[in-house]
């Protein structure tokens, strides 16, 4: 139904992960795009970019593309970067967090991982939405004297400071090796799935 509808090909195959792109594209996976983006939100009349991410990707993490942005400049970048970040809500849920300014949009989809939009069709077509539409991501502000308190209390067995700094050594142990363990779980998911032709 779907390549009818765009008028697409029937004769031709779709895969959502052919390997012939990834082969012919190895080669370019060192070199950095944010010089093109760069380009891309410098020109005059150029397109507004939406960069989104699942919270959970491994592959392309929110932190790392948000850091990579913090470093790059283009004629608008002080629009971006003194924008506030909102949450934005899709049927009564925390979808995402979102940042825009100087024609630059980005956002971390909740509760996703590499392919947000397989996660969360609902969130991804809201996110897209509103996106294409120009309209705002502003359904909850972040600065904490705007949130309603039920957000911010926290128990006080939460915040109580560990007796000596050996909790804390277990506890980024803990975090590490369940780390470890997550993208070493990871990897072999994709050699399983690489060895089955996928």
Known sequence: HTIK????NPSIYWDDCSPNPFDDLHKE???SSLPLLSKILSSMNGPRVLIFNGQFDFVCNNLGIEGSLEGMSWPRASEYHSARRFSWIVQDV????????GRLTTAVVLDSGHMPNFDHPERGFDM?????????FDDLDQRLNSLPSYL???PSACVEKPEDWTEWVTVAAGWCGGIIVGVGGMCLVMVSRFKDGY
Do not use: P, W
């Open 128 to 136: 897209v939405s509103r996106f294409i539409e120009e309209r705002d």
């Open 29 to 31: 996976s060192l070199n």
């Open 152 to 154: 911010i209390e926290t």
């Open 5 to 8: 509808a765009i008028n697409g």
């Open 94 to 101: 925390i979808a995402g967090y979102v940042r825009s300014g």
